[in-house]
């Protein structure tokens, strides 16, 4: 009859035989934040794209993060609030009493800041909150924020839109169906004017083109919605500098094959 000690034994071996199959088991359901979920233009999910990992696979930078919403919000400020001092209000050229035996304070001005409608000491004056970064870092703070944003599994690709007029209602059935139940950034590669027009109206979505990205739109909105063009323009535009030397050689490559073609047909 086995001891408890031996019972225990055999548990113990048991339990480490069984932990690295956990283990390899809770490695494969991992989710690969490079890897988004593809929508067509119904609504209606067909797999999963790969990102770009020139502008996804970058490790979220806080501290750039924060410094780079500060700047956007100061360059924002316009700058304008302005007061007037004594030397600039009207009025206040004579002296409106006497020096003496009037039992009073002594003024020489109506328009001095102790007195009622004087100048202001120290106010505000028209001034810029311009405050500036280098490109690296704001484009290192984008690729963070996006980067951010794939980990928590907010990003969603969609392959178009199929709006043949603007429709807010299909705007928000499309919404529905690809499953955002907060506020929406949608990034298009260029201009739109009938899904511009379908989403300006729900409350939480916006329509931003992919060059024209910023952090706080990405702070203030919980989900990405990516059209599948956009994601070329978004690593060219802010994904890393040897990324995009790599792009325009291509692009570069592709420019001359095409004349050299039409060189040829000539």
């Known amino acids: 009859m086995p001891t408890a000690k031996a019972a225990t034994k055999k548990t113990t071996k048991t339990a480490a035989k069984a932990r690295p199959l956990a283990k390899k088991k809770s490695e494969e359901t991992e989710i690969n934040p490079l890897q988004a979920p593809f929508f067509d233009a119904l609504g209606e999910r067909n797999g999963e794209v790969d990102l770009p990992k020139a502008v996804f696979d970058e490790k ?68 810029s909150y311009a405050q500036r970064m280098p490109k690296q870092m704001r484009r290192l703070a984008l690729r963070s924020a996006l980067s951010q944003k794939a980990i928590e599994g907010r990003v969603r690709v969609i392959d178009s839109f199929g709006f043949e007029e603007p429709r807010t209602k299909q705007a928000a059935d499309l919404i529905t169906a690809i499953g955002f139940d907060d506020t929406t950034l949608i990034v298009l590669p260029a201009p739109n004017y009938v899904v511009s027009r379908s989403f300006e109206n729900l409350t939480g979505s916006k329509i931003i083109l992919a060059r024209n990205l910023n952090i706080r739109d990405l702070f203030t909105h919980t989900y990405l919605l990516l059209a599948k063009d956009s994601l070329e323009l978004l690593e060219e535009n802010f994904g890393r500098p040897e990324s995009r030397s790599r792009s325009r050689s291509k692009a570069g490559a592709n420019h001359a094959h095409e004349q050299a073609d039409e060189e040829a047909a000539e």
């Open 60 to 127: 979220p930078n806080m501290p750039v993060m924060h410094q780079a919403y500060l700047r956007q919000m100061a360059n924002a400020r316009r700058g304008t609030a302005s007061t007037k001092t004594r030397g600039v209000v009207s009025g206040g050229g004579a002296k409106p009493y006497r020096q003496k035996g009037t039992g009073r304070a002594r003024h020489g001005s109506i328009r001095e800041p102790s007195m009622k409608g004087g100048g202001v000491v120290f106010g505000p004056h028209p001034r």
